[in-house]
């Protein structure tokens, strides 16, 4: 992976999110430099997931701005989803689509071209050792080779902002030293990831870690919930 | 912000308005309906079934600017986001169906005396009926969906689809009756309308809208409570 | 460009691989054309009269059943977020399913129409008006259908929901559908009805997509 990044920080600032009536998080500021990672630790509905999405693009926050260097993401949504390589709960994998097919789709959205798609999407498989899975339909696969299938598109991608939503799911000990050597190798090229997990992960030396929920908003007084809208 | 923006000064604004509108409805219910089943004349075709014209018409017509407060609120809320105009939305959907389920069965009791029938595919009668569907499916929707502020997205959504489609609906229906009809059934509507009938007419028409108003206001007073409710047990449960 | 024709292949392909899923939607439409003379009697005359309705409505009733599939499996595989993140508008990703979904199900049921419609004793005049009036009008549900589909995301009762919104909205191509074929049959000209499901079609294609691109951003939330 002789990559090399020449991306501007990520961070995020003063974000918070309102689910289902509830606030998730509120006033809550990071920042990502290029080779470094942030670790998302934290409880169930922490609102780690919630936090991923944001990242993404693909949840609107209730209110604070990301930002790509000086600039306010949301003013680039598309330019921004081109940066990224994003991985959630689900493995967005077809069962009746081969490992290799899957992937390549998605390397195909991201417009790689077929030749550099292949190379990729090769040298991604031989990493995390699936390569005898490339002609499989996913849905022979069992739930460890899925995720690494879908871990082999985040790899493949030419994202300098990784964005792992519990990477390590039903992975076995080898996969996960696998998926920290690319990991560390996708740091030192200049790269950005952002893990929620629960497990122990490298995520290598410059690492932060940041608990959603310590920026939970418990602060609301019963008279302003009984005054709001009963939205946020 | 507006997200942030206090209700309570709608809520003020909608306590001080309820008693007056609901005042004004109650009179113009009164004297509308004493205009219109005792004073004014018996029509020379119909005799006096005309009178069913007198709560029937302005229920078509309640019904239709229902669903165009329904469209406007949605696109208020999609455009603003204000939570105000979800609430109007929900609020809009259920009491513009009831006037159309008002204008459908007042049309079916109008049309047996006249047509000799319950039900004729009148033009007007079968759009009303689709207008019917329409409000139908975009109640489902709003309540289909677990998280309740997705149904309100999504509804917004069915509500701008809608209006765009519902002058489509409307012209091909007409379309579809003038070459289907036999031109000797009498049409509905169809008599003129002398002006002492007028009078009563717009009494009763200015009665459904200030009681649309008045509906209006109390769904969204309950709207706002139910959800403050939901928003009160969530935050006891985190304590 | 590549994108969208990206899209589209793989939604061809997984229909293709899933076939059982594509049969079943067409076979509904046969059989269900297949009962009406069963339930009426096999009068040639009567058949004749009721085989536009009968074509058209069950056309709906077939694509109504495939509707619920179209987002609900991208949405539940995290597919969805993945569409959303290729950085494709949202309403090109829907034009890309609804032409596949057009493909797969509107293209089988214009080559099955005027076959079922020879065992409904259709007039021989009306064949073209059967023809061009699905050529026109299938594409309008598939439109409008992946509005619907787009909308009730995430429901449930997703199927019969779908079904519920979007039929009133097909009316419309019912009826110029149905009123061509009666006119060609009578002898008249079908014209003005097929122009009226051109125009109808033109101004899905652009508006369809825009809505369902705004339902699915919504979904994602």
């Known amino acids: 992976m002789e990559r090399c990044f020449e991306s501007d920080p990520f961070a995020g600032d003063q974000l918070a999110v309102v689910r289902g009536g509830r606030p998730v998080f509120a006033g809550l500021s990071f920042s990502v430099v290029p080779g470094a990672a942030l670790r998302l630790a934290g409880p169930n509905g922490s609102g780690k997931s919630s936090l991923i999405r944001v990242m993404a693009g693909l949840l609107r926050p209730t209110s604070g701005v990301l930002r790509w260097g000086e600039e306010p993401v949301h003013q680039d949504p598309d330019g921004h989803a081109r940066r990224l390589a994003f991985l959630g709960h689900a493995d967005g994998l077809k069962p009746t689509l081969s490992a290799g097919e899957n992937t390549a789709f998605q390397l195909r959205m991201r417009g790689m071209d077929r030749s550099t798609r292949t190379e990729a999407m090769q040298r991604a498989f031989a990493t995390l050792n699936i390569t005898s899975l490339l002609d499989l339909p996913a849905g022979w696969l069992s739930s460890g080779q899925k995720r690494r299938a879908a871990l082999a598109a985040v790899l493949a991608s030419d994202a300098a902002l990784w964005l792992l939503d519990e990477p390590t799911v039903g992975l076995d000990t080898a996969s996960v030293t696998a998926l920290e050597g690319a990991i560390a190798n996708h740091l030192a090229s200049g790269g950005m990831v952002v893990a929620a997990t629960h497990t122990a992960l490298d995520l290598g030396a410059r690492v932060t870690d940041l608990d959603p929920a310590t920026f939970a908003r418990r602060t609301a007084t019963l008279s302003e919930l009984g005054s709001g809208w009963g939205v946020s | ?239 | 460009m590549g994108r969208f024709w990206a899209i589209m292949s793989r939604d061809l392909t997984l229909a293709r691989r899933q076939g059982a899923d594509l049969a079943m939607t067409v076979s509904f439409f046969v059989v269900v054309v297949v009962l009406f003379p069963l339930g009426l009697g096999p009068t040639p005359g009567q058949l004749a009269e009721i085989a536009p309705a009968v074509l058209w409505v069950t056309a709906l009733l077939a694509a109504m059943l495939s509707f619920d599939r179209l987002f609900q499996q991208d949405s539940e595989d995290g597919g969805l977020d993945q569409l959303a993140l290729s950085g494709l508008p949202l309403s090109v990703v829907a034009l890309a399913k609804a032409l596949a979904h057009w493909l797969t199900t509107g293209l089988p049921m214009i080559v099955l129409a005027p076959v079922l419609a020879i065992t409904l004793n259709l007039d021989g005049d009306a064949y073209w008006a059967l023809i061009l009036g699905f050529i026109l009008g299938t594409p309008i549900v598939s439109l409008f259908g992946t509005v619907g589909a787009a909308l009730v995301v995430g429901a449930r009762r997703a199927g019969v929901l779908v079904a519920l919104i979007v039929l009133p909205l097909t009316i419309p191509v019912l009826i110029f559908g149905t009123l061509a074929i009666d006119a060609a049959a009578n002898g008249l000209s079908i014209r003005v009805h097929l122009l009226m499901l051109a125009a109808i079609l033109a101004a899905a294609i652009p508006l369809a997509p825009m809505a369902a691109g705004a339902a699915l951003r919504q979904a994602l939330e």
């Open chain 2, 1 to 239: 912000m507006h997200r942030f923006a206090n209700p309570t000064r709608f809520l003020r604004l909608a306590n001080a308005v309820l008693p007056w509108l609901g005042g004004l409805t109650a009179i113009l219910f009164g004297v509308g309906l004493y205009q219109a089943l005792v004073i004014s004349p018996a029509d020379y075709q119909q005799g006096e079934t005309v009178r069913i014209m007198y709560v029937h018409v302005p229920a078509a017509w309640a019904a239709l600017a229902g669903y165009a407060s329904l469209a406007i609120a949605s696109f208020t809320f999609l455009v603003w986001r204000h939570p105000l105009a979800d609430l109007a939305a929900r609020a809009a959907s259920p009491i513009g169906a009831g006037f159309t389920a008002i204008a459908l069965v007042t049309g079916a009791l109008w049309g047996q005396p006249m047509w000799g029938t319950w039900w004729v595919w009148d033009a007007r009668l079968t759009s009303v009926l689709i207008l019917f569907f329409l409000y139908l499916g975009h109640m489902a929707l709003v309540n289909a969906f677990d998280d309740s502020d997705r149904g309100g997205r999504a509804g917004a959504v069915l509500a701008l689809v809608g209006v765009v489609n519902l002058p489509i609906i409307k012209f091909s229906v007409d379309w579809w009756n003038t070459l289907h009809q036999p031109a000797s059934v009498l049409r509905m509507g169809g008599p003129k309308i002398a002006g002492e009938m007028m009078t009563p007419l717009m009494m009763m028409a200015g009665a459904y809208f200030a009681l649309f108003g008045v509906l209006m206001i109390l769904r969204i007073r309950s709207l706002l409570a139910a959800r403050r409710l939901r928003q009160l047990r969530l935050a006891v449960q985190e304590i």
